[in-house]
Structures are given as structure tokens and as C-alpha cells.
């Protein structure tokens, strides 16, 4: 059997019940085009890097730069694009901006996501 027959049903037909069910609970199109969008989020290396390096602590971005080894600007260009899917927040001291993970949902889809990858 080839690897598309695989994956189809030799019996032609649907299950309504299951079909209305789920039709019921799925989310709207624009809801799933926003899940969609936050998942590219993690299709990053640096991204993630930076998502890691933030679990561990807060720190500012010439700090993940250099932890890092990438450019400042390079960073920042990150960073904007975490904070613009909400994924990161930053305040700031002084001269320095402090980058931190938004919050604990944040940290349970990296955990959970690294929990997969080393099952």
C-alpha cells in the first residue's frame, strides 16, 4: 500500500454523528488563522533561543545578544516581532529594556512543546 492510500478510508462513507459533533465545537476561520499565526511564532530557531533564554530569567537585550552571539539589532528585530504576538512584554530601567516571557501560558507551550520533541 503507497504511503497516500495509506491514510484513506477503503470504505467510502462519513460517521454524522462524529462529522456534527466536531463541526460544533471547531473555532471560527479567523480564530484558527490566529492559532495558526502564533504557532509560526515557534517555527523559528532564534525565536526560540530567545523564548528559552527568557524562561530562565529576565534580561535585557544587550544581554541575550551576547548570550546568544547574535547582533543587537538582529535581537531587537526578534524581539518586536515576539512582543507583536504577545509572546513577550519588556519594561524599562534606566537605559536598559528588561524582556520578559508575557506570562505563564507562554511557558506551558515551550515546556510542553519541548516535553514532545524529547519523548
Do not use: W
Request: proline residues 2%; charged residues 30%.
Amino acid at each position: 500500500m503507497d504511503e497516500i492510500n495509506e491514510l484513506m478510508c477503503e470504505e467510502p462513507g462519513t460517521h454524522a454523528d462524529v462529522v456534527g459533533r466536531v463541526r460544533e465545537s471547531l473555532p471560527d476561520d479567523d480564530t484558527l488563522y490566529e492559532l495558526a499565526d502564533l504557532f509560526k511564532m515557534f517555527g523559528d530557531s532564534t525565536r526560540m533561543k530567545i523564548m528559552f533564554v527568557l524562561m530562565e530569567s529576565e534580561m535585557c537585550v544587550c544581554d541575550i545578544a551576547e548570550l546568544l552571539g547574535i547582533s543587537q539589532s538582529a535581537i531587537s528585530h526578534q524581539l518586536r516581532i515576539l512582543k507583536q504576538s504577545k509572546l513577550i512584554s519588556s519594561r524599562r530601567e534606566g537605559k536598559n529594556i528588561i524582556c520578559f516571557l508575557a506570562d505563564d501560558h507562554v511557558r506551558s507551550i515551550i515546556g510542553q512543546g519541548l516535553s514532545h520533541v524529547l519523548e
